[in-house]
């Protein structure tokens, strides 16, 4: 996960190079080192140093680096003529290279012939049967061209290799968030959290999921996940606020008249709605009233 602060970095880094103020390859390495996915920027900022031979000499064996970025970035932009040369100068460089095989078998994809780039993804694995983006490259086939059933099934086969990757969990989660099969979304959630435990946003979707859910003991449990949220976040979390906020509510109208309960409840509405309206009149004044009374709804104002 990019926090805040690399976020703002890469971000003042992007506006210094678009302004003309240098720093492209600074940009690249920091982009790559955090995992994002800016596939316009990368083909640009990339294209400006790999077109220009004194920039490009300077890179030394970074260079063959960039090009496969920039090629990836290309494919994802849908230009497909600069990933195919591109492609082609690092098959020039590195005949017979596997990486290099990879990248073919990914602009297959990119041209949207499926069944070719499927042959040459299973031929990739049978070298080398765990090559972790050539797996999630095939789920990621299979959800392009609709066919979420073998999606889910390549990424459960590929998890049951790499149980610790945390985007292929993310990812499936969210495929069963769409298609509304939440105790499964549930259960990918709760590995997340477990690999992750001090990342607010696994606990949040966790939340979601079994507010949805709903039922006593996972209204419950998403109150004390929508707290955590908050915890971690310093507070700072409208979503998990207002999540809490719904939960009470509906938590105590499954538990009337158990004293401990409703007590509990009406302390943590009572924090929850105070912390929500002071954050909207800091942030968001012309909503106010459409909060105040959504509360009121809930009888928490």
Known sequence: MVSKTEEE?????ESQVENGGGGA?????????????????????????????????????????????????AMDCQCLDVAKEFTKVLQKKFPGSKRVGRLEAMLLEAKGSWAEAEKAYMSLLEDNPLDQIVHKRRAAMAKAQGNIPLAIESLNKYLEIFMADQDAWRELAEIYVSLQMYKQAAFCYEELILSQPTIPLFHLSYA???????????LQTAKKYYASTIDLTGGKN?????????????????TKGRNKEDKENSQLQSLSAVALEKDYKQRNQSKHSLLTATLKSLKLS
Request: hydrophobic share 45%.
């Open 9 to 13: 970095q890469v971000n003042r880094l």
């Open 25 to 73: 390859w600074e940009y690249l390495c920091l982009v790559r080192k955090l995992k994002l996915r800016r596939s316009d920027k990368v083909l640009k900022f990339g294209l400006s140093i790999l077109n220009d031979p004194k920039k490009r000499s300077a890179l030394g064996p970074e260079e063959w680096t960039l090009y496969e970025e920039v090629a990836v970035a």
């Open 208 to 218: 979601d999921v079994l507010y949805t859910l709903g039922g006593l003991e996972n």
């Open 238 to 254: 409208t979503r998990a606020l207002f999540g809490i906020c719904l939960c009470t509510a509906a938590i105590g109208q499954l």
